[in-house]
């Protein structure tokens, strides 16, 4: 009797700011130890109370989640390169093997790599790059490079 005296007050704000029945106000009143404003907010929004999940993680368990992310980074980039890599070797592999197939034209072709990596200057293999030259430069190429040197000196002068 004495907690409904002293809710009596309280009572009547909850019912009218509420929807309440005076059983309901004093059992929600009860469960906020008597505190009418919890009462009327628990009515406005029953979610109000309900306190957010604090994600505390000790020091040990966000240095594992560390070493956990920089492990997945570090091994997303290994399988990439990975990839890149055999991507790589495939196109060489296409490229090693179309060589051999016009090599096959040309008998008098010694340049044969990994093995001979060098052959006459004057070879008539379009995919020979001739001699090998001091300065790991091929001979073929060395043509090249002054013709094309001729085509740019050409396309300035214009």
Sequence with gaps: MNNNKRYNGAIALIKSQTNYTEEEAKEKLEKWE??????????????????????????????????RNFMDTANAGY????????????????VYEKF?????????????PPGVVT????????????????GNIYSKMKKNEVTSNKEKNEVINL
Excluded: A, H, Q
């Design 34 to 67: 008597g505190n009418y404003m919890n009462v009327i907010k628990e009515y406005l929004n029953p979610n109000f109370n309900k306190k957010k999940e604090v994600n505390t993680k000790s020091t040990n368990e966000k240095m594992m989640y560390e070493i």
């Design 79 to 94: 399988l990439r390169r990975k990839k890149e890599e055999e991507k790589k070797n495939e196109y060489l592999k296409k």
């Design 100 to 112: 051999l197939e016009v090599k096959k034209n040309y008998p008098d072709c010694k340049y044969n």
């Design 119 to 134: 052959c006459d200057t004057d070879c008539k293999n379009p995919l020979c790059p001739g001699e090998l030259l001091p």
